[in-house]
């Protein structure tokens, strides 16, 4: 006779539905086939059901040269690109019988080293060879502008000019309409936005929602400002999640909040710490390799020229420009690049809104673990508004920033000589051609990439 431990083990769990069920089941007829290139850039092909068997066989091709860089040349073969149907995303609010899949590109029947969500699947099975599974939130900055008049660009609310605007409830509710149909969106995903705010800066807004498991997160970040920008642009509006769109407002940010767990155990969290902020030896160590790597780092975190106008930044109207210049950390301290608000989480604050989310998030955990296998000591946490006399200054332009990347053959190896290359040289050519030239009014090329 079989005991019940036994016949437990017999029980087959149902299969998940396809995702030409998936799509019957919400009266989808579309399906946005969507990978990213190495800046983030969404590209997709709109499938129709009745051809979804083809996409989900791995036979639908792109140009990977042409959708942007992506470690191909123009005559290398197809990138094919296979969905995840656990990223099945409706969307028949947008647009009626409209869904997304988030795809990973494979060349030649393998995965293509060089895709972004390939690359965070990669630094994930790292992860889960070590001992360790990870959790993270995403904190997803953005402003909305419009077109003057005389063809300028400007704060979408003519009436948002305060220089301290944040959380003012007037800014929110006229833009009821534009966050009120994000956070639908959202819910009706299963995200579980909690929160939407009018940031720092005027025409600036934040939207939250629960975290994930790293994958789901970046995927989610990507949608996200996939409908932001569909959102905003139904009501005339263009939203920006570029690092530093005005001289005199705060940038954009996209802060990391990371764990370290093991199965449903987190362990990040202690009872008793000596340093007084409820971490356990394998939060510090994660934090201390976090900080180790910070200026490799930093090329994931703020990968584009304009993200040192945001970095560089000494003041904004609001008094704070909420960016870090150093890799320090402390407590519930929002100056710090690395912040503890609990001893469930660590808050990495150094990311900016052009951040790669498969990159930038692939990258700190790269490192945290690094941290965490050597026992890396952060030294003592700074007070608030403390800057620690030994903290290592993070690079002050993209060109000291791809440098550091160089220079970590940690990091540098875990991306792969293609990414590497693109990082550490194609980066750098960016800031030699455009240096200190681009100013904050020049976002017009940035606004369809970020």
């Given amino acids: ?47 129709p059901v009745e051809a979804v068997g083809e996409l ?28 995840d149907p656990a990223s099945y995303t409706p969307l028949t609010f947008l647009r009626p019988g409209l869904a997304m899949v988030h795809c990973d590109p494979y060349v030649a029947g ?37 077109r003057a008049a005389d063809g300028s660009l400007r704060t979408a609310d003519v009436r948002d000019t305060a220089a301290r605007p944040c959380y003012d409830a ?29 940031e720092d800066a005027a025409g600036q807004f934040e939207q939250n929602f629960t975290y994930a498991d790293p994958l789901t997160t970046a995927d989610r970040v990507i949608t996200l400002r996939y409908l932001v920008h569909m959102l905003a642009e139904r009501a005339d509006m263009t939203a920006t999640f570029m690092a530093k769109p005005f001289a005199d407002r705060t940038g954009n940010g996209l802060h990391l909040h990371l764990s370290l767990w093991r199965g449903d155990e987190p362990l990040f969290p202690a009872a008793a710490d000596d340093r007084g902020l409820g971490l356990s030896p394998v939060a510090y160590g994660f934090v201390g390799g976090v900080l180790e790597h910070a200026p ?20 904004s109207a609001s008094g704070a420009t909420w960016s870090p210049r150093v890799a320090g950390y402390g407590g519930n301290d929002r100056t710090h690049f690395v912040r503890v608000p609990d001893g469930d989480r660590v808050e990495l604050r150094g990311g900016d809104g052009s951040a790669n989310p498969y990159l930038a998030i692939a990258a700190a955990l790269v490192a945290g673990l690094d941290g965490v296998r050597r026992g890396a000591d952060p030294g003592a946490p700074c007070g608030p508004g403390a800057v620690p006399e030994d903290a290592v200054a ?22 792969g000589a293609e990414v590497g290359a693109y990082y550490a040289d194609v980066k750098e050519t960016e800031f030699l051609e455009w240096h200190q030239t681009v100013t904050p009014w020049e976002i017009d090329h940035y606004l369809t990439a970020h």
């Fill in 1 to 47: 006779m079989t005991d019940v431990a036994e016949r437990d083990t017999d029980v087959i769990a149902p299969a998940a539905p396809s995702l030409a069920e998936s799509a019957e089941t919400d009266g989808v007829e579309f399906l946005l086939a969507t990978f990213v290139d190495l800046n983030g850039k969404p590209c997709a092909k709109l499938v």
């Fill in 56 to 83: 989900e066989a791995g036979a639908l091709g792109f140009a990977g040269f042409a959708a942007g860089p992506i470690g191909q040349r123009a005559h290398d073969p197809d990138l094919l690109v296979r969905p």
């Fill in 110 to 146: 393998e995965p293509w080293p060089y895709a972004p969500r390939v690359i965070l699947r990669r630094a994930l099975e790292r992860l889960a060879a070590a001992g360790y599974d990870a959790k993270v939130g995403a904190e997803v900055e953005y402003f909305l502008v419009d």
């Fill in 170 to 198: 007037r800014g929110v509710t006229r833009m009821y309409d534009h966050l009120t149909a994000t956070s639908r969106a959202m819910n009706r995903l299963g995200w579980g936005n909690y929160a939407n705010d009018h």
């Fill in 296 to 315: 490799a780092l930093t090329a994931f975190l703020a990968p584009t020229v304009n993200s040192y106008k945001r970095r560089g930044a000494t003041s």
């Fill in 394 to 415: 993070l690079p002050p332009t993209l060109l000291h920033a791809v440098e550091a990347l160089r220079s970590d053959p940690l990091l540098y190896a875990a991306f």
